[in-house]
């Protein structure tokens, strides 16, 4: 009963541990978008605002951005979950020996980087281009043409696996009974096969539509004129993030958890409606008085839906009446009492520093070496004083006065009447 305590215990653990790890940062980041600073940061928390939000929708770069992303997501649906469907049903009718081979190329493209997918799709389309004779605008040089084309030889891929998972539970004798009955290989395949395949479709354009939503390696080599969000948000970060990008992460995570929370509880509510079909009466069901679950009744996704639901409304309504800009006022005012504050105390401390630097130099003992004059303080004694070769410097007041008429240092050897012997005696100065 211990170990049995233990064990559940731990796997409770390690699913905080594990959802703490893959939604952790989802949340700090989508927290930071109703944080008053410019750069997005959770701690210290100075003022609720919303008006990040209104700087996402004023950002022509990221609508243009987000509305490219949509067209070149729709083409990728389009283009991808035909071609998976055809793969897939070509790996169902293909020759058994040849499945493998034919399964391994049509999967290489997954395993392939996405740079190396973006650089080959341009350099292959311009080469076509360039062979039709066509200009550097026709529609092969297009970015939508290229990022569509690009990104679909991959996400197919991607498209053709859900197919085939779904496309295995089929049972082809309906198909052959539609045949026998007198349908033609169209309406067979258009009334009977393709209403199967629905759920697979639906799922794999979904697939196809985020993966195309998110993509950054291929699309980057692609994208020409018609930059996605992705590579706008990747070119905004260059230049430094600000919290409109949290914002718009936030919005991004509430439309995913309402897509998720609204097809849980339509699955739910779809087997709560079948199991009471089967535990109706036939007098029930012939008169029409079965009473079927609510929408709410044992859906915990559906109430779960309501309640993120009604957080949404009312963060909407708090943000058309409430005015961050008091709050703002305030912690700005805050700021710079705290900088005024500072700047004190560091001049204080300046002013310490040098009154204790002032009493250390008056304790010092004074030099004994002699004073060279006021007029020559440069280190190197009287040797650049102006006038040490003139004479006309003053005379030191420490040693014998050297006569004035030579005083450039070398006695008077130098002195102009020193060969003629007309010179007066040196005296003691040589």
């Not at 215990?9 to 700090?28: D, E, K, Q, R």
């Not at 354009?205 to 018609?226: D, I, K, M, Q, R």
């Not at 509430?254 to 036939?282: D, G, H, P, W, Y």
């Not at 004074?366 to 190197?380: D, I, K, L, Q, V």
Request: glycine share 8%; with cysteine.
């Amino acid at each position: 009963m211990k170990n049995f305590t233990f064990m559940r215990l731990s796997l409770w653990v390690y699913l905080a541990i594990f959802f703490a790890y893959l939604l952790g940062p989802l949340v700090i980041m989508s927290a930071t978008a109703f944080n008053s600073p410019s750069f997005p940061r959770m701690t210290p928390w100075e003022c609720l605002t919303f008006e990040w939000f209104s700087a996402l929708f004023q950002d022509e770069r990221i609508l243009n951005g987000i509305w490219n992303s949509i067209l070149v997501g729709a083409g990728t649906v389009v283009l991808s979950v035909a071609m998976g469907l055809a793969g897939a049903l070509m790996l169902t009718q293909i020759w058994p020996k040849l499945r493998a081979t034919y399964y391994t190329v049509i999967i290489a493209p997954i395993l392939i980087p996405g740079v190396v997918l973006g650089i080959s799709t341009l350099v292959f389309w311009d080469r076509i281009n360039r062979m039709l004779g066509l200009g550097a605008d026709s529609f092969l040089s297009n970015g939508l043409f290229l990022t569509i084309i690009g990104q679909s030889t991959f996400i197919a891929s991607y498209c053709m696996l859900v197919l085939v998972a779904r496309l295995q539970r089929y049972d082809i004798a309906l198909t052959e009974a539609a045949l026998d009955l007198g349908a033609t290989h169209a309406q067979a395949f258009r009334k009977v096969l393709l209403p199967f395949m629905r759920p697979a479709i639906a799922s794999a354009a979904v697939l196809a539509f985020l993966a195309s939503f998110e993509n950054y390696n291929t699309t980057t080599f692609t994208f020409g004129e018609y930059p996605t969000l992705t590579i706008e948000l990747a070119q905004k970060v260059r230049y430094g993030i600000t919290p409109a990008i949290s914002a718009l992460a936030f919005i991004i995570v509430v439309l995913t958890v309402f897509a998720a929370l609204f097809n849980e509880a339509s699955i739910r509510r779809k087997q709560l409606v079948a199991e009471a079909r089967k535990k109706a009466t036939v007098e029930e069901l012939e008169s029409g008085k079965l009473r079927l679950p609510g929408f709410l009744s044992s859906n915990a996704a559906a109430v779960a839906l309501v309640v993120v639901a009604c957080a949404t409304v009312a963060v909407v309504g708090t943000a058309t009446v409430y005015s961050p800009q008091q709050c703002i006022a305030n912690v700005q005012e805050q700021k710079r009492l705290e900088t005024e504050e500072r700047i004190q105390e560091l001049r204080r401390q300046r002013e310490l520093r040098r009154q204790q630097l002032q009493e250390q130099q008056g304790e010092a003992p004074e030099p004994t070496a002699p004073s060279t004059g006021s007029g020559n303080n440069s280190g190197f004694g009287g040797v650049f004083a102006p006038g040490s070769l003139s004479g006309e410097g003053e005379a030191e007041p420490e040693a014998e006065q050297a006569p004035q008429g030579n005083n450039s240092g070398f006695g008077n050897v130098f002195d102009p009447n020193a060969l003629s012997g007309d010179g007066e005696d040196s005296g003691s100065g040589n």
